[in-house]
Nanobody, 127 residues
Framework: QVQLVESGGGLVQAGGSLRLSCEAS????????MGWFRQAPGKEREFVLA????????YWHDSVKGRFTISRDHAKNTVYLAMNSLKPEDTAVYYC????????????????????WGQGTQVTVSS
């Protein structure tokens, strides 16, 4: 079992930056690929970014390319989502997720590929 707790959300003006954190506890953090998803009101939860458990591979949605980055710190059992040049359309609840894997380079991008989810943190971008 893995518990995930997100933090760092808030209200920011368009063009601003935020960094979300997701701290994991429970089973070995390094055995999991990690991802960030988001869900805007009235919309499906969508993939944003993911990182392999090695940390060497990442994958992102085109809508955040060049603006968002994902990283992880195994010593702190934490994965980060750095968001720059934020837009009002980035407004959503952001969820951290963990995917069990024995493949250190695996980068899952589908919701069904993830085993554990955090409770979410709200990000609101004002225009």
């Amino acid at each position: 079992q893995v518990q995930l707790v997100e933090s760092g959300g808030g209200l920011v003006q368009a063009g601003g930056s935020l960094r979300l954190s997701c701290e994991a506890s429970g089973r070995t953090f390094s055995s999991y690929a990690m991802g960030w998803f988001r869900q805007a009101p009235g919309k499906e939860r969508e993939f944003v970014l993911a990182i392999s458990w090695s940390g060497d591979n990442t994958y992102w949605h085109d809508s955040v390319k060049g603006r968002f980055t994902i990283s992880r710190d195994h010593a702190k059992n934490t994965v980060y989502l750095a968001m720059n040049s934020l837009k009002p359309e980035d407004t959503a609840v952001y969820y951290c997720a963990a995917s069990r894997t024995e493949d250190s380079e695996y980068v899952p991008i589908l919701r069904i590929q993830y085993d554990y989810w955090g409770q979410g943190t709200q990000v609101t971008v004002s225009s």
